[in-house]
């Protein structure tokens, strides 16, 4: 059976990760505050709690006492330890999303509660944008330079095939500003956020077409309050679920209904018509 390709060089992103600067973890710091401000709203103590990401320190920090553990293939998680499973920040680098929210599931005991928070589609849609147009213009071509991150729609789908139960997924976006594209890169490299892709193009980005990337972004995307400087887009998406247990609540069998529509409407009733044969001339 051919296996589909990698979506990550995983020893590239080892090495990235490992260039990582504290004061670079910003959306980390805001995902971390987000979720810990969720649970307040759930009327529950968590006391084995399990966090997967790619920066340990900064959530082993946010979540005292939590087992962390890397975002590998093969997640190092005890089936049924967890009443509560955070994936931080690492979704997008997975070669199988729904299979690292499926092992996570398997990690929770029956009714635990699963949170994750990734980068979202709209994530550096700008740098997106010039790096296409500047490539195209000089190179007659693309290579992969940003990772593909997922739309809000299909990261909620992903939650019920991992078979969690009451999904949820919602979305933050964050506008931050830069000197330059230069600037941004170095801070998306202070992040260990650099070119990972397995299909990346491994020689260095040429020097013209980094250039005009950055003359096209300055012009397109200037921040509003001050020309001098770009801006750049980052979104949050959070998915939560729970380990289905007997006690949650179940949608009803159709038809097995006790009311009528027309009687909580306090409406007349009536019957549609088939319109099914009509013809159009």
């Known amino acids: 059976m051919t296996q589909p390709p990698r979506l990550t060089d995983r020893a590239q992103l080892a090495r990235n990760r490992a260039r990582i600067r504290d004061e670079a973890l910003f959306l ?17 103590s968590f006391t084995d709690v399990a966090v997967v990401t790619g920066a340990p320190a900064l959530w082993a920090a946010r979540f005292p006492g939590a087992r962390v553990v890397a975002d590998n293939d093969r997640l190092d998680l005890p089936q049924g330890a967890h009443d509560l499973v955070i994936h931080a920040m690492a979704l997008h680098w997975a070669d199988d999303p729904v299979g690292q929210m499926v092992q996570c599931r398997r990690a929770l005991r029956p009714d635990g509660l699963f949170l994750g928070v990734t980068p979202g589609g709209q994530t550096l849609s700008e740098l997106r944008i010039a790096l296409a147009q500047a490539e195209t213009s000089l190179r007659g071509g693309l290579a992969p330079r940003v990772a593909p991150m997922a739309e809000i729609r299909d990261l909620g789908g992903l939650i019920q095939r991992a078979g969690l139960a009451q999904p949820v997924a919602d979305s933050d976006s964050y506008t ?24 990346r193009d491994r020689r260095p980005l040429r020097r013209a077409v980094l250039d005009e990337a950055a003359r096209l972004h300055a012009q397109s995307f200037p921040d509003p309050d001050d020309p001098d400087r770009i801006r750049a887009t980052f979104e949050l998406i959070y998915l939560s679920g729970w380990a289905p247990h007997e006690s949650q609540q179940k949608p009803l069998r159709p038809g097995s209904a006790q009311a009528r529509l027309a009687e909580a409407l306090d409406t007349a009733e009536g019957t549609l018509r088939d319109d099914s044969s009509r013809r159009d001339d």
């Open 28 to 44: 980390h710091e805001i995902a971390a505050d987000q979720l810990q401000e969720r649970l307040k709203e759930v009327n529950r």
């Open 176 to 199: 931050v500003t830069y000197r330059d594209l230069p600037a941004l890169m170095r801070e998306l490299r202070a992040m260990g956020e650099g070119n990972a892709l397995a299909t």
